[in-house]
Structures are given as C-alpha cells and as structure tokens.
C-alpha cells in the first residue's frame, strides 16, 4: 500500500505562435482541406519557429504550471520530461530547464514513451510521491513534431503539430478528495517499428545519405496504428474500471490523446460513452504526442469544464508501441 496520496495540483500549457492552417498544407502537398477534416478533425496546428526548441515551449508552460498552484519554485524536488524531440539527445530537456526555471540540486530526467511519454511520466511521479520520497514534482509533455514531419510524406505531414503542457503532481492529505487513483502501463515492443524515426540514433547515425532520403523524420504505417490504438486505449480504460468497481457512467470526463478524430469516437463507442463528455480540442491543434493530454487538460479546467470532485480518465497510445491509462478524481 502507498504511504502517501498524489494529486495533480496544478496546470499550465504552450503553443506556438505560428499558426498552420489545412489551406497552408495544401500549398505544399497534394491534399485537401476537406480530406484532412474528414480524416483526422484537425483544421489547424502551431509549428516553433526556427530558433525555438523543446524547452523554450517546456518553459513557459512550466511558469504557467507554477502560477496556477500554490507552490515556489523552491518547493520542487524533480522535474520529469515526457519527449521524444528534447533540445539534444543529451543532456536531458529536464536538465535544460531545470536551468531555465532557476532551480537545482534536484534530479531531472527525460522520459521516452512517444505521445504515452506524458501519461507514463505521471504514473512514475505518482509513485516517487506515494513512496515518501519527493512532495511536489513537475511533470512535462512537450514536443516540437514540425521539425521531425517528413512534408514529402501527405499521409503523415499533416497529423503533427507542437505544444508543451505542464503539471504540478503533488502528496497530499488522505482526507482530500482530489487524488491520483489508479494506473495502468503497457508497451509492446515488437511492434516498434510501426512508427519510430529511422535515423539519428546509434542504429542510423546522421549523414549525407539519412539527410537526403528523409530519414530523420516520423515514419508511421498508419492504418495498423488506427487499429492498435483503439484496442489498447479501450483494453487499459476498460482494466481500469473493473479493477476499481466503476462503469463507464460513473466517469465525468475522459481525456484521451489527440491523435485522430474517429480514433477518439471509436474509443468512446466502444466504451458506449458519450462523446460531450469526452475532452476534445484536435481541431485547434492536432497531434502533439506527449503534450496532447496536458494541453487538453489546462484547457477543460481553464474553461470550468473539469471541477474539483470530477473523476476523470486519460488514456493515450504511442510509439514504443506504449499506451495506459490514469483514473484521477480532479
């Protein structure tokens, strides 16, 4: 049994200033605004400029996390980063904004997971905090997808967007209501090569050759992804219900990843839920992998949608191939 409970404190989140509508795509590749809508219910995304990197975006929705709680900067004792396009393959973004924000002599560390990065970067505060170890820690999903999007590519270059979402996850007393209740993680390696970037890494180191043929860009075999990701986002939901008694009419609200519309309306029939109760904000920013939920979430307690008391569900699915779910009451 946990010693302590955790809670999520607090929210902040970022996107970019640049605006990309599907009327801008169409100009560089042969596709359509109306494909797009039908397909994915994205409209439009926010591309980092140039110079902007992972944690630039981190930051800001960091300070956003920090002036929406009651904490300092002092009271931190980890930061946590859910990413797959940090600044640098090392050191770690954590540790990159870990400077920005002022702090130190706390650990920090990047966590891998493709768009589940910020779901399993939660699961793994929730446990630092339940085991006595740290009070209050920054968990960030943050990506900038723009800068890895192969625009040769119309099946995927229109799927990806950029943003960071922040929150504070922090002990709490065992008579608030509010707390993290439950988790579920899962990941199934063999599949891996259904969507990764080829090249970069020690397998592919960059060259000439990686530059010219697009390899350091997402690769995605889309249609067995669509599959996977309604399974195993409906297998960890559907887990977590019955492993604490509940029903799907129980639930407030479900916050799921925002890769594709009828992913997300597939998932909700599936779980015979309905759709006004499910957190949907793709057509503003479309698929921004670790920062999806985050962002998504800042945004429905920012609008009075969630509220204190609300037991809510977030389930994502991603490269690895990961996914899970968190069952919290707000």
């Not at 723009?146 to 709490?172: E, H, M, P, Q, Y």
């Amino acid at each position: 049994m946990p010693i302590h409970n955790a809670k999520f404190t607090s929210f902040g989140s970022y996107v970019p200033k640049k605006v990309i509508t599907n009327f801008d795509l169409e100009k560089i590749v042969d596709t359509t605004d109306e494909w797009i809508r039908a397909r994915t219910g994205m409209m439009e995304r926010h591309y980092a400029e140039p110079e902007e990197a992972a944690s630039d975006l981190a930051y800001i929705a960091a300070q956003r996390a920090l002036e929406a709680s009651p904490l300092k900067h002092r009271d931190i004792d980890m930061i946590i980063v859910g990413t797959v396009t940090g600044d640098h393959a090392f050191p770690s973004t954590a540790c990159i904004l870990q400077k920005k924000l002022g702090m130190k002599n706390i650990p920090c560390f990047d966590l891998s997971a493709g768009c589940t990065g910020f779901l399993y970067s939660v699961d793994v505060a929730k446990n630092f905090i339940e085991n006595g170890t740290k009070h209050n820690i920054l968990v960030v999903g943050v990506e900038i997808l723009s800068k890895v999007t192969n625009f040769k590519d119309r099946s995927t270059c229109v799927l990806f967007g950029d943003g960071a979402g922040a929150t504070i996850i922090s002990r709490t007393e065992r008579n608030d209501i509010s707390r993290i209740i439950d988790s579920v993680m899962y990941a199934d390696g063999s599949q891996s090569d259904l969507l990764y970037q080829p090249a970069g890494g020690s397998r592919m180191p960059a060259s000439q050759e990686t530059v010219e043929k697009n390899l350091h860009t997402i690769y995605m075999e889309g249609n067995r992804i669509f599959k996977n990701a309604i399974r195993s986002m409906y297998a960890a939901v559907d887990e977590l219900l019955r492993r604490n008694k509940l029903e799907a009419k129980d639930i407030d609200w479900i916050v799921p990843h925002q890769a594709n519309i009828r992913i997300i309306e597939s998932l909700a029939d599936k779980l015979h839920f309905p759709m006004n109760k499910v957190i949907v904000n793709i057509e503003k920013y479309a698929n921004t992998s670790s920062a999806t939920i985050p962002i998504a979430l800042d945004e429905a307690i920012r609008d009075k949608k969630i509220r204190r008391g609300d037991l809510v569900i977030l389930t994502s699915f991603g490269a690895g191939l990961t996914w899970g779910a968190i069952l919290a009451r707000f």
